[in-house]
């Protein structure tokens, strides 16, 4: 599923939450920024980065994170902490 997620894919979902499914309990995120980087163009698909909001304390590590969201699905996310309650992914 992760293949086939553009920046596009997200950009109309801006300000929706996502909910992190963890082993313990679910998180609320909200997708706050969509960039879309310039490739070199040899890339099946321009690579981008997603950024999510959440709680500030406590900060989840980087680390594969499941979410779920009532358009997308449910899907598994490299999650990076970017600052307090702030995380990042990367699709290249």
């Given at each position: 599923m992760l293949e086939t997620f553009i920046a596009e894919t997200f950009r109309p979902l801006l300000h929706e939450r996502?909910?992190?499914?963890g082993e313990d309990d679910r998180v609320n995120l909200e997708l706050v920024d969509v960039?879309?980087?310039a490739g070199s163009g040899a890339e099946l698909r321009a690579p981008f980065?997603?950024?999510f909001s959440g709680p500030a304390d406590p900060i989840?590590?980087?680390a594969i994170y499941r979410l779920e969201h009532p358009e997308l699905g449910v899907f598994d996310?490299?999650?990076?902490p970017i600052a307090a309650g702030s995380y990042e992914a990367v699709f290249t």
């Open positions: 996502f909910e992190l499914v960039t879309e980087s980065s997603i950024v989840l590590p980087q996310l490299f999650l990076v």
